[in-house]
């Protein structure tokens, strides 16, 4: 049954917020009618005519289900947290947190979320405290990926990673398909024609070796073998690029450098196109520059603006929601597997045909 907010209630047009028994009233049917309708109950037990009735009647009044007491029969809150570390500080976490919400809207929920700032000891209060608002699963997501210590309490609910991998491959994660974007990368600039490539910028991290292990997957197919003075591992930022390419381009005669580069990050690549001009390298005549993650307020407005595999943040929040959500709804513990989401190419300008001289 519909909770019935406030007692009996009172006429439409009464200042108290509206019960289901006013819209019985009003829809001239009984109290029973209505709770059918609004908790998906209806049909078959009602005609399509008097179910139209009733939505048309609690429409007029402004009439809302109880949330709460919804909850307490389905003994679900409609509510899933989300949990971060650094996330809200990162340029792509909008992306994130909006696919999350989005799917969760979408299926009657609420995301309530909680940032750490990277404290374990706020991540596993921040756990406790969403188990104890019974919310209905928890999403964990990283601002960059990486094998992470599970907060304590995850185990206790539903819950999937995003953009993460479990030390213990105890919970279900939804990650970028890294090898596959260094593939990706690379067959951009093959099928441009380029055959002397260099890759610039990277980290001790997962996403490093599985782009370059991906890019040279490309390259090999073709018979291609990288230099290791074109592998620059220089880290991931704009000064970072600019080391390496000026390690790579500067007094090198045009027969002997690379045509091309496929940069870590966008930031890699803002650095390396910065060292193009100054050594007056036309990008992309003589050198073209392909990067990674498409940055928001960045990629697009670099000079020329940057051709880039992008992170598909957004899909990854919009998946790792509709896991929990189908966990939440059919009472299974999902599978602890991991998930690969392919990022798309980017195509802007600083990507052109390999020179020819």
């Given at each position: 049954m519909v909770r019935d907010e406030g007692g009996h209630g009172g006429p439409p047009g009464g200042l108290g917020r509206p019960t289901s028994r006013d819209v019985a009233r009003l829809a001239g049917v009984s109290h029973t009618a209505v709770s059918f309708v609004f908790n998906d109950r209806a049909d078959g037990n009602l005609s399509p005519a008097t179910q139209e009735r009733i939505r048309q009647a609690a429409a007029r009044l402004g009439y809302r289900p109880d949330p709460v007491a919804r909850g307490l029969r389905r003994r679900r809150t409609a509510v899933i947290g989300l949990v971060t570390d650094e996330i809200a500080s990162s340029p792509f976490a909008g992306r994130l947190l909006r696919g999350a919400m989005e799917s969760a809207w979408d299926s009657g929920h609420l995301v309530l979320t909680v940032d750490s700032g990277g404290d374990q000891a706020k991540e596993d209060a921040a756990v406790a405290e969403l188990l104890d608002r019974r919310v209905d699963g928890i999403i964990y997501a990283t601002m960059s990926l990486r094998r992470v210590r599970v907060p304590e309490g995850l185990h206790r609910t539903r819950s999937v990673l995003a953009n993460c991998l479990p030390e213990d491959d105890s919970l279900p994660a939804v990650i970028p398909?890294?090898?596959?974007?260094?593939r990706t990368a690379a067959r951009l600039l093959l099928d441009e024609g380029h055959r002397r490539v260099a890759m610039v910028g990277g980290q001790d991290d997962i996403a490093s070796a599985e782009r370059?292990?991906?890019?040279?997957?490309?390259?090999?197919?073709?018979?291609?073998?990288?230099?290791?003075?074109?592998?620059?591992r220089t880290g991931g930022e704009i000064s970072g690029g600019y080391e390496g390419a000026m390690r790579m381009l500067d007094k090198v005669p045009a027969g002997r450098r690379p045509t091309a580069v496929f940069c870590y990050n966008d930031r890699v690549a803002a650095g390396v196109l910065h060292a193009a001009a100054r050594l007056g390298i036309a990008v992309p005549g003589d050198l073209s520059v392909v990067g990674y993650d498409?940055?928001?307020?960045?990629?697009?407005?670099?000079a020329p603006p940057l051709t880039t595999v992008a992170l598909p943040h957004r899909?990854?929040?919009?998946?790792?929601?509709?896991?929990?959500?189908?966990?939440?709804d059919t009472g299974r513990t999902p599978s602890a597997t991991t998930r690969?989401?392919?990022?798309?190419?980017?195509s802007r300008a600083s990507v052109g045909p390999a020179p020819t001289r």
């Open positions: 398909a890294e090898r596959a974007g260094g370059l292990r991906g890019f040279r997957d490309a390259l090999r197919a073709k018979g291609i073998i990288v230099p290791k003075e074109w592998v620059l498409d940055q928001e307020h960045m990629a697009e407005f670099l899909a990854m929040g919009e998946a790792a929601a509709r896991l929990l959500l189908e966990a939440i690969r989401l392919a990022g798309p190419v980017i």
